[in-house]
């Protein structure tokens, strides 16, 4: 198809354009002839500045003609790479030669994927601990939502991990998690509903009866005017389950930018200072507080459990400082319309398809 063979040169092809592919677009002539490469992938490259055409930069829906002579600087797949040690500092509640338990902070990625390559839990991990290059991911074998902050455990070995997984698969590690609703929930309660992919939005997830089955046990700790602090218990480890699950109570987490709801901050029933608070609080107030398992060497069960994350406890002093309630003033109602983020969530580490196989998502 060409009429020279690609010739790479350091990181660099050269090619000329064969007569055959004369009037297609400049990136549907270069997928064929670098099928090895994804057409997005190519659009990319072009768009930065990476391909010339004679020696012009150029755009992806120039027409060629046959006989231009294309230089390509390849740029080497991020996720060639992801699996690089990075002196990244982490938390450590517990180590062994088996196991590891983290508190992991809001804002960081577990496992890499396509817009975080980099600068993960896999990747602080490597560094901590060289060894792990030779376990599956690393030794992870659950998994935390970016801005979910909170505890998990990572294996050491591949035994550990094999064990940690035929745990996670029975449903016997405990996990509890805190998180902080809008509305006034009433008394304790179980969501048992199955969670698949939303059918509007394959980013996220809904409840769907053809999903998997996820179970949820939530407990009352507090009740505010506009908001409850609940605990949760997880007997499935779905992705996005605590959150999926509340928003089908209509009491979506606090600052969750996916499944909350359109006009959700009753501004004239709150304080100046918690207005002040939650405008401040840039994600889901969601925080896996404790963790128990059998230790996979010893088979003792073993329990963690860590301190409620900073942004929590300051958003929960501000609840708690609220005027009381008047039972004269107007009733408080959340809109039933979900709120639809502009954020791309595609870049979310948390849609692998292997749920449940070898690496359990959580909330």
């Known amino acids: ?22 009037g297609l677009r400049l990136d549907v002539a270069l997928q064929r002839m670098l099928p090895e490469h994804s057409r997005s992938r190519l659009q990319a490259w072009i768009k930065e500045g990476l391909v010339t055409v004679d020696k012009l930069p150029s755009t992806s829906k120039t027409k060629v003609w046959g006989g231009e002579q294309i230089v390509v600087q390849v740029q080497a797949k991020p996720e060639n790479y992801a699996y690089v040690a990075e002196d990244i500092p982490l938390d450590i509640v517990f180590e062994d030669d088996h196991i ?5 902070p809001a804002g960081m990625v577990v496992h ?3 817009g975080n390559w980099g600068g993960t839990l896999l990747n602080a991990l490597l560094f901590h601990a060289p060894e792990l290059k030779d376990v599956p991911r690393a030794g992870i074998v659950h998994r935390l939502d970016k801005d979910t902050s909170g505890i998990l455990v990572v294996a050491k070995t591949l035994a550990a991990q094999t064990n940690l997984v035929r745990q996670l698969q029975a449903r016997t590690v405990k996990r509890e998690y805190r998180a902080i609703v809008w509305g006034q929930l009433w008394r304790n309660g179980v969501v048992d509903q199955a969670i698949g992919r939303d059918p509007r939005s394959r980013t996220k997830m809904a409840l769907n009866r053809m999903g998997k089955p996820a179970i949820t046990r939530y407990e009352i700790l507090e009740r505010f005017s506009v908001q409850t602090y609940l605990r949760c218990n997880l007997e499935t480890g779905r992705t996005h389950q605590i ?18 709801f359109r006009g959700i901050i009753p501004i004239r029933v709150m304080t100046q200072t918690l207005r002040d608070e939650v405008s401040q609080f840039n994600r889901q107030a969601l925080h896996a507080i404790k963790l128990g398992l059998m230790h996979p060497a010893t088979n003792e069960f073993m329990e963690w459990q860590i301190e409620l994350a900073d942004d929590m406890k ?12 008047n039972d004269d003033e107007e009733e408080f109602e959340f809109s039933s319309e979900p709120y639809l983020s502009d954020e791309d969530y595609e870049d979310d580490e948390d849609f692998d398809d292997d749920d449940d196989l070898e690496l359990e998502d959580e909330e």
């Not at 501000?318 to 309630?325: I, N, V």
């Open 1 to 22: 198809m060409t009429d020279a063979t690609p010739q790479p040169l350091n990181n660099t092809l050269t090619l000329t354009i064969s007569n055959d592919l004369g």
């Open 100 to 104: 590891i338990i983290i508190n992991k």
């Open 112 to 114: 890499p994927a396509a």
């Open 243 to 260: 959150r999926v699950h509340m928003q089908s109570l209509k009491a979506p987490i606090v600052g969750d930018p996916v499944y909350g």
């Open 314 to 325: 300051a958003l929960l002093e501000a609840m708690r400082h609220e005027d009381p309630r």
